[in-house]
């Protein structure tokens, strides 16, 4: 029976640190909150002045980011000249006409499959139209 007592004791007090810390928590929350807004109006203010200092015009009048521009447009065409180069080799290799015969293959037993169901249902039509006549009829 002590036992008893002393278990709900502790879940007594175990309710009693559940409640403090969840007031605790909404204190810290808006703090955490107020701590968030700071943090992204910091790294919006960063973001904003780095694009400005790179976008700007220098003192000689060109922009700080124009070496990096240029460079990137020089790789872009060696490497669209490497795919272009390499590209031809492997279209020789693509198997066209195998692909080809395939796909008109499937073409065919697709039309195929459409007429034989097209047909069925047209025989279970006439079928069903001829019995409904018959049972008017009769």
């Known amino acids: 029976m002590g036992e008893k007592h002393r278990g709900s004791a502790r879940a007594g007090a175990a309710a009693d640190v559940r409640a403090r810390a969840r007031a605790a928590g909404t204190r810290g929350g808006a703090r955490d909150a107020q701590m968030d807004l700071v943090t992204a109006a910091l790294i919006g203010l960063a973001v904003g002045v780095s694009a400005t200092l ?12 124009a070496p990096v521009v240029r460079a990137a ?66």
């Open 54 to 65: 790179l976008l700007r015009r220098g003192p000689r009048g060109v922009r700080p980011i």
């Open 73 to 138: 447009a020089r790789a872009g065409k060696r490497g669209a000249r490497w795919v272009r180069d390499r590209g031809e080799d492997a279209w020789e290799r693509v198997p066209r006409d195998e692909i080809s015969d395939q796909v008109q293959d499937y073409a065919r037993s697709a039309r195929d499959a459409i007429d034989r169901a097209v047909h069925s249902e047209l025989r279970t039509l006439r079928r069903a139209l001829r019995a409904q006549a018959r049972r008017v009829a009769h």
